[in-house]
């Protein structure tokens, strides 16, 4: 796949072929900057089909993608929107994703 890292591109690739194929990355509805651990910058986008996709500082790049919990989920939301609830149909959405979530080896 074209933009993404090495992370991405062969240690979280089964992952975000499933995500592709099954469950989509849909619209994107909520995004923060933030940095990691080590101090990196980057983008975390909560999308509506309940994916997070986590962007390079070059706002080009995927450094991984993953199905949210709820909790990931509206931590994202809220630092896009503060107080806002999330929708009903994405925590909907969440929970029939946590389903599929724990049936698939390349989540655990």
Do not use: W
Not at 19 to 33: C, M, N, R, S, Y
Not at 49 to 66: E, F, H, M, N, Q
Not at 97 to 105: A, L, M
């Amino acid at each position: 796949m074209k933009n993404m890292t090495y992370h991405a591109n062969t240690e979280r690739l089964a992952r975000l072929e499933y995500i592709v194929d099954t469950i989509g990355f849909g619209e994107v509805i909520a995004e923060f900057k933030g940095k990691d651990i080590q101090s990196r910058n980057f983008t975390q986008k909560l999308t509506d089909t309940g994916v997070i996709i986590v962007v390079g500082i070059d706002g080009k790049s995927i450094v991984t993608a993953y199905i949210a919990n709820y909790n990931q989920a509206n931590y994202c939301f809220r630092q896009a929107h503060g107080n806002r609830r999330m929708p009903q149909n994405l925590r909907r959405r969440i929970e029939n994703n946590e389903q599929v979530r724990k049936n698939q080896p390349c989540f655990n």
